[in-house]
């Protein structure tokens, strides 16, 4: 071999390998991200499992560019309808619009089996009888918590209707109007519930643990599952990763709802402790818990009738992806 040979086979040789070398450290193209807006009533401590979705890129990993933002209900339905948004947690209302008008919308997601609603009293009342004659606040006459709440007063021998007083209050002064002696007893929320047990309120019940309804549920419009589909499972397979991974990891979850909600982290830690074990493992609520809910929502509507929960509930995208999460072995 000549010496011009050898000198343009090494040349060749580094061309290849300065080649090579830059195909390797090269990134691939990034995955396109789908913009999906979930809009959220509250930063409550169920929600936290969103921005963990999020912030640990579960969401990414599908696909999806989560952006989540803070709605009250109203506009979240209507901006679902107009797909404004692709997901809202205000599941329950709805269901509601959909016993009312109709609407085409689907509860897709139960991230609680148990309602996180109490009633608190004043120290000197001790049981839920002693309600008898009193006053209790609520956020609204028609709205689900309350008429829970009258279903096990029923159950304790008190007519709901004339034995008891409702006063509608917002949700922020439903414990001060308790505390300062306004009312008698009052319902409220996780939030809401600790810093009145602090206060030395008395805890007669804990709703969850008295009817068998559903809480944290997720809604989407008809019009997003049918056309859809694919985004629809890929959204379920991020959100149950961050279920077990909130089921698993009590650190990491505190430090997340922390930073979501603002609370105080010996509060959110007093949340996981008595929470933790109403989160689903998959997502979804058996047909028992969902013909409870439409009951209460029948009320809430005030229609005659409950109509059927496959009319208001799709939980099969949800119940596809534990099962492709369960083949693979997917553990956080």
Known sequence: MTRRSRNLNLTLVK??????SLLFIVPPPARSQEPVHLALPSKAFQYGIFPIARDRGYMREEGIDLRIVLMQVTPSIQGLMAGHVQFTGAGSSALVAIAKSGAPLKTVLAINDRVHQWVLAKPAIGSLKELKGKKIATTGLASAATFMVRQILAKQGIDPGKDVVFITAPSGNRLTILTSGVVDATIVGSEDRYPGLDQGMKELVYIGNEVKNSWGTVATSDRLIKEHPKLMTAFMRATLKAIRFVR????????????????????????????????????????????????IVAQVADVSEAIAPARAYDFRFVLEADQQLGKSGWRP
């Open 15 to 20: 061309w290849l390998f300065t080649v090579g």
């Open 248 to 295: 698993k990891d009590r650190e990491a979850t505190v430090n997340a709802v922390v930073k979501f909600t603002g609370m105080q982290r010996n509060l959110a830690g007093r949340m996981y402790d008595d929470l933790i074990g109403t989160f689903t493992t998959n997502g979804a609520v058996d047909e028992d818990i969902q013909k409870n809910d439409m009951a």
